[in-house]
């Protein structure tokens, strides 16, 4: 059975600390995400990336990094938490389209989400 | 970014009646796929299309992708509780890994 685990489900932190949410996935996939998820705004891509080391920024990447040093795991980093980061980030992983369907959306295995809380 | 317009917002319907979602844009999309979420989980893929004009069946739940690859609908026939959720539509970005996604249709099926 596919598995995309986060780190915590829940998270409550001040303002100003430093927050690592982190996300393994056992599928071998060489795609991961972080999405943030708001009522009213829908699932907003954060950052992604589709190879060890390698990241590309997203719709709303300010605030936050990333880190991908494993295939399996990928850390997002919010580097000075705000109120205004307070949501539901949820990770993602897929695997690269193959060569027939280079154009086609893969599915995507989310995780069950870190509602986070900056206080 | 290739925006995916979902109507309506929220539902609020009985059991056994029967519900259609939308999901439109001024884009062409090469596929486009269908998510549900529940409550305190993520998204599960419930069904990719690919070719205009398609329709697929899953069981109750029917998903057409239009014509021009623009729209995609849908449709719940005898709605039960357990259908209750997120309905997320969502296409393939520019990047072509990641998805753009609507903001979803929240409904609830009530006994």
């Known amino acids: 059975d596919v598995k995309v685990t986060q780190s915590s489900r829940y998270l409550v932190k001040r303002t100003g600390e430093k927050v690592f949410l982190e996300c393994v996935q056992d599928m071998d996939h060489e795609n991961m995400f972080w999405y943030r998820q708001d009522p009213g705004l829908g699932l907003r891509l954060i950052y992604f990336?589709?190879?060890?080391?390698?990241?590309e920024k997203g719709d709303i990447p300010e605030g936050y990094s990333v880190s991908r040093e494993k295939k399996e795991r990928f850390s997002l980093i919010l580097e000075s938490a705000s109120t205004n980061q307070t949501s539901m980030y949820l990770c993602?992983?897929?695997?690269?389209?193959?060569?027939?369907?280079?154009?086609?959306?893969?599915?995507?295995?989310f995780g069950p989400g870190t509602r986070l809380t900056v206080l | 970014t290739q925006l995916l317009e979902q109507s309506p917002q929220f539902l609020s319907i009985q059991e056994g009646e029967n519900l259609t979602v939308y999901c439109n844009s001024s884009?062409?999309?090469?596929?486009l796929q269908w998510y549900r979420q529940e409550p305190g989980e993520g998204p599960v893929l419930l069904v990719t299309?690919?070719?205009?004009?398609e329709v697929k069946k899953l069981k109750r739940l029917t998903f057409q992708f239009g014509d021009a690859r623009k729209d995609s609908s849908l449709h719940i026939t005898a709605a039960q509780p357990g259908d209750t959720g997120l309905y997320l539509c969502?296409?393939?970005?520019?990047?072509?890994?990641?998805?753009?996604f609507g903001k979803g249709t929240s409904l609830l099926v009530t006994p």
């Open positions: 969502a296409g393939l970005s520019n990047s072509g890994y990641a998805l753009n």
């Open positions: 993602a992983s897929s695997s690269t389209p193959g060569l027939a369907g280079g154009s086609l959306a893969d599915t995507q295995y």
């Open positions: 990336s589709y190879d060890v080391k390698m990241k």
């Open positions: 884009s062409v999309f090469s596929s």
């Open positions: 299309v690919v070719t205009g004009g």
